[in-house]
């Protein structure tokens, strides 16, 4: 067994220096993507009709567009428009922007999931927008986002194996060169999605403890 | 205490209230019956503008509340977004389903708008919050999250906390139809127990031996208007109108004594 498991035996390493370029990708991008998601939320809830028609129209073309079409039509677009930027940040850009528009789906669903009932009574309190929207929506609206805004990460992180696809580096990248040099697909690619798996299940695992957490109170 | 003259409202076509005015003095109880679309919860939603009116004025303590008059011409005039707040921090108001914060402790649940919106103390605040609990009878359940408690106990809880802000005006909405009807009973005692103490309240309600007992008024509502109000022991036994006999019927048929 050992000897037909020899091609991952000895690359493996390799493989989890590609791992952590897809993390480090990943990590990049998700910063942006939570930062915009949480404005755009906001917009989609709170904004003019102007803004949110934007909005729309941006929400429109993300869903319409598969992230690979994106990916390869920038990286092929950005040398043309003459803007100087290093492949990787290319594609972190675009990733950010794409994530972001489905994450800020995921904020306003928790906070328009919310009872019309919890305004009234903050409201009836005597508290004000700025004041209830910081200390009892945004904390209840946080809490029924955690468990989806998790599986939009994992998502996140499988979908950087499609930047190897216009010949950026991260672990699937780093697979087929492997499987090129050893011809043992079969192997490689095992050993890739064992990793993927363990990256994206631990990431599972947290948002069910966080689904059970934000159950306290509910 | 509170004036609310020709009050007109309308969901979409529907309108809902019809030119109401109602006044309550200071301490008294005034409970509004009446059958279901009467009007009656939305009227008391106005009060403290939760939901907005087309026409008329509510004035609580003299002060304005939602819209003032303007002295020139005479049109309603919106207050702002603080004047608002700031004017409901004098009524209080109990709904049917509670509607305490989950995310908070009951205790957290008391002292939020006080120690947020009137800038108490925290220690004040959770003094003042304790003796509330003791009032209602929940002092052991201050760390509690909402959702470990009974109906009648988060009921209980959120009349607490309307009473943190301290209330010149006590609202209530049907705050038992929610409840099963052995936790009936401690929040009507809650409430009998406010008004023995001399809160102005106005309570919207299906209990009419409540009514009966707890009432210094009773106005019976049908179809956005009062259609008669008075003393409980004449609405009872002799009401003036009709409709009002005919609502109550089933109560007398069954409890006349």
Redesign the interface.
């Known amino acids: 067994m050992m000897k037909t498991f020899a091609p991952l035996l000895h690359s493996y390493w390799y493989l989890f220096r590609g791992a952590g370029m897809t993390l480090l990708m990943a990590a990049a991008s998700v910063v942006p993507a939570t930062l915009l998601g949480g404005a755009l939320a906001l917009v989609h809830v709170f904004g003019r009709r102007t803004a949110r028609s934007a909005l729309q129209v941006y929400l429109f073309v993300v869903r319409g567009i598969p992230l690979l079409v994106l990916l390869t039509f920038v990286y092929y677009l950005l040398p043309l428009t003459g803007i100087d930027l290093p492949p990787f940040w290319g594609v972190v850009v675009v990733m950010s922007l794409y994530y972001a528009a489905f994450m800020s789906e995921v904020f306003r669903a928790g906070i328009e999931s919310l009872p019309q009932a919890q305004w009234d009574a903050a409201r009836s309190l005597g508290m004000q927008r700025h004041l209830l929207l910081r200390i009892i929506i945004f904390p209840q609206a946080l809490r029924l986002a955690a468990p989806p805004f998790v599986s939009l990460c994992a998502n996140l992180v499988k979908a950087t194996s499609l930047v190897s696809i216009v010949g950026l580096w991260e672990l699937t990248m780093a697979s087929r060169e492997v499987v090129e040099r050893t011809l043992a697909p079969f192997q490689i690619f095992l050993g890739a999605a064992l990793i993927y798996f363990c990256i994206c299940y631990t990431m599972a695992l947290y948002g069910r403890f966080l689904e059970r957490r934000s159950l306290v109170g509910h | 205490m509170l004036a609310m003259t020709g009050v007109v409202k309308s969901f979409g076509t529907n309108q809902v209230l019809r030119g109401v005015s109602l006044s309550v003095a200071a301490g008294e109880a005034v409970v509004v019956i009446g059958p279901s679309g009467s009007g009656k919860t939305t009227l008391l939603r106005c009060i403290?503008l939760?939901e907005d009116y087309e026409q008329g004025t509510v004035t609580v303590d003299g002060m304005p509340i939602g819209y003032r008059i303007d002295p020139r011409g005479g049109q309603r005039v919106r207050m702002s977004?603080?004047e608002i707040?700031?004017a409901?921090?004098m009524?209080?108001?109990v709904?049917q389903?509670y509607?305490?914060?989950?995310?908070?402790t009951v205790l957290q649940n008391i002292v939020?708008?006080p120690i947020?919106?009137?800038g108490v103390p925290r220690a004040k605040a959770e003094a003042r919050a304790r003796d509330l609990l003791a009032l209602v009878g929940l002092s052991d359940k201050a760390q509690e999250?909402?959702?470990r408690l009974s109906g009648g106990q988060q009921q209980r809880v959120a009349i607490a906390?309307?009473l943190a802000?301290d209330p010149k005006l006590m609202l209530f909405d049907e705050v038992t139809s929610a409840l099963d009807p052995e936790l009936v009973g401690e929040v009507l005692a809650a409430m009998q127990q406010l008004a023995r103490d001399g809160m102005t309240m106005v309570v919207v309600t299906h209990e009419m031996s409540f009514a009966r007992d707890v009432a210094d008024r009773i106005v019976f509502m049908e179809g956005g208007v009062i259609v008669e109000e008075g003393q409980p022991e004449q609405m009872f036994a002799a009401p003036k109108t009709e409709r009002v006999r005919q609502f109550l019927k089933r109560y007398n048929d069954r409890y006349r004594i």
Request: hydrophobic content about 50%; charged content about 25%.
């Open positions: 403290n939760l977004e603080r707040a700031a409901r921090e009524i209080g108001i709904f389903s509607n305490l914060f989950p995310h908070m939020a708008a947020r919106v009137k999250y909402p959702v906390r309307a802000m």
